[in-house]
């Protein structure tokens, strides 16, 4: 059985940093590509990073030069690095595990939250 489980949120004023862990277990993670979303109330599901299984990494604009996504395949772990956080960073946090042969993220943990205060 597949499980994703994100830490490292918390509060955090502007201009602050934090680091988000996703530690999975039950799967060959290397096989994986990874996706950290995030969920802001009355706002829509945003990709905000994803790293494939060779290492390529994409980011939304509204998070690019700020966010570094990163995965040790040995920890089966990915990173999410959050520079130069503002208000509008706070959100539900998650990350979700798309299988080699899949288009869709099938994988989901269950979130961690980023509150930047102003």
């Known amino acids: 059985q597949v499980r994703l489980v994100e830490s490292g949120g918390g509060l955090v004023q502007a201009g602050g940093s934090l680091r988000l862990s996703c530690a999975a277990s039950g799967t060959t993670f290397r096989d994986n590509a990874i996706g950290w979303y995030r969920q802001a109330p009355e706002k829509q599901r945003e990709l905000v990073a994803g790293?494939?299984?060779?290492?390529?990494?994409n980011y939304a604009d509204s998070v690019k030069g700020r966010f570094t996504i990163s995965r040790d395949n040995a920890k089966k772990t990915a990173y999410l690095q959050m520079n130069s956080l503002n208000p509008e960073d706070t959100a539900v946090y998650l990350c979700?595990?798309?299988?080699?042969?899949?288009?869709?993220?099938?994988?989901w943990g269950q979130g961690t939250q980023v509150t930047v205060s102003s």
């Open positions: 790293i494939s299984r060779t290492g390529i990494q």
């Open positions: 979700a595990m798309r299988p080699m042969l899949s288009s869709t993220y099938n994988y």
